[in-house]
Each structure stands twice: as C-alpha cells, then as structure tokens.
C-alpha cells in the first residue's frame, strides 16, 4: 500500500536558513543605512537605532549559527550541540541586556 496522499514534503529547512540570511542581511543594510543617514542629518537616534539593527542583526545571525550546528549529523556529540544551544542563547541574552542597558 503506497503512502501517497497528494502532496510533498519539502525540505522547509533550507527555505528557513535562506530567510533568516536575508533577515540578517536587510537589518545589516539599514544599520548602515540609519548610520550614515544618522551622520549626515546630525541624528544620534537614528545612530543609536542603528545600533540597536546591529544587534538584531548580530542575533539572527546567531540564530542562523545555531540552526547550522543543530542540523549537524548524528555522529557528532549530543553535548556539543547541547552546549552549542545553550552558548547561542546565553550569548543572544547578554546582547539583548547589554542593548538594553546602553538604550535606558
């Protein structure tokens, strides 16, 4: 008995890994993009939100580290990609305080 059922199964994780690369992208061009408008026009909010893009930036490019470590074969170690996993969440947690803490 056949397993067919009218549609496909894709591999949504390369789709995923694509996105989140051009969600690093777009936030990396307005960073740079707030900068300098921030320069020319004398803002220090438009260069203190570039900051702020930066992290985002920094963070979903974690993210996208993380997804490629945890998609890594099943011979590698359980601990190395726990202790991945849980270095990208500490590392995304103290940027965000740390952003937090320069924007108060």
């Known amino acids: ?12 994780g390369s789709l995923s890994d694509r996105r989140l690369a051009w969600a690093v992208a777009a936030n990396v061009v307005l960073t740079v993009a707030q900068i300098i408008g921030g320069i020319v ?34 011979h590698k170690s359980a601990f190395e990609k726990s202790h991945c996993h849980r270095l990208s969440m500490v590392a995304d947690a103290a940027m965000r305080m740390r952003a937090s803490a320069t924007r108060g």
């Open 1 to 12: 008995m056949p397993h067919d059922h009218g549609h496909h199964h894709h591999d949504t």
């Open 41 to 74: 026009a004398g803002s220090l909010a438009l260069v203190a939100d570039a900051l702020h893009n930066l992290n985002d930036a920094a963070s979903l490019g974690l993210a996208l580290f993380a997804r490629k470590i945890a998609r890594r074969p099943a």
